[in-house]
């Protein structure tokens, strides 16, 4: 089993539409979580934490159920602007606690 | 401030060919970070620097794979030989310290071998 799973997509919504994804991660041990975003050949970059209460930044919406190893990420009224590869982020095993990257959800947001 | 710089952006070599990959991270930046990133998949952590010193190095194929940092800033990548299957991106990642939740990416190597 992979330490962090997703659904690889493609995803392609219309503008405007609400879309979620979702991660399952398989170190019960794991405490911190994350979304990363990566365009197109371009380097990830963090679009937010995730915490155990749930969070939201604008039109992002992060959860986290720690009995099920389950993260979801919620878009409403998607943006062209929006289309990349979403990719949940969890922090690994070992006393570094490094990252460890799903393989990311494709998200295209069409006119 | 400036962010991670990575060179060459670009390589293209034969396979049993040698490349090296030269990573320079934020300043100030204790930890620094090389992953592999293989078309449709994830980052996966190669090796992880703290200053000078390797923290974990567990998924670096090291019969063909090294990397060091010896003055604890910058850094090399090398792969010797080059195999087809080491077509990927490596991406430098850095932070202020281990363990920490944020990490900075460079803008990655593309490698394809032929």
């Known amino acids: 089993r992979k330490e962090v799973e997703q659904d690889p997509g493609p995803f392609n919504v219309p503008e405007g539409a609400t879309v979620a994804f979702n991660c399952t991660y398989s170190?019960?041990?794991?405490?911190?979580f994350f979304w990363y975003r990566q365009d197109c050949r371009k380097e990830p970059k963090l679009l937010m934490s995730?915490?155990?209460s749930g969070n939201e930044d604008g039109r992002f919406t992060a959860q986290l159920n720690r009995a099920s190893q389950y993260i979801s990420l919620l878009i409403r009224d998607s943006k062209l602007s929006d289309s990349a590869t979403y990719l949940c982020?969890?922090?690994?095993?070992?006393?570094?606690?490094?990252?460890?990257f799903g393989s990311g959800t494709q998200l295209t947001v069409l006119p | 401030e400036a962010g991670v710089a990575q060179s060459p952006r670009y390589k293209i070599i034969e396979k049993r060919q040698s490349v090296a990959f030269w990573c320079n991270p934020i300043s100030g930046h204790a930890t620094l970070y090389w992953y592999q990133q293989i078309l449709g998949q994830g980052p996966k952590l190669l090796i992880q620097?703290?200053?000078?010193?390797?923290?974990?190095d567990s998924q670096l194929p090291k019969d063909r794979f090294s990397a060091e940092r010896l003055k604890g800033v910058d850094s090399t990548l090398k792969i010797q030989p080059a195999k087809l299957e080491d077509s990927a991106v490596y991406l430098c990642?850095?932070?202020?310290?281990?363990?920490?939740?944020?990490?900075?990416f460079g803008e990655g190597s593309w490698l394809t071998v032929v």
């Open positions: 990642a850095s932070s202020l310290r281990q363990g920490t939740n944020t990490i900075y």
């Open positions: 170190n019960s041990a794991s405490q911190s």
């Open positions: 620097f703290q200053n000078n010193g390797v923290v974990d």
């Open positions: 982020v969890v922090n690994g095993k070992g006393s570094a606690r490094q990252l460890t």
């Open positions: 995730v915490y155990s």
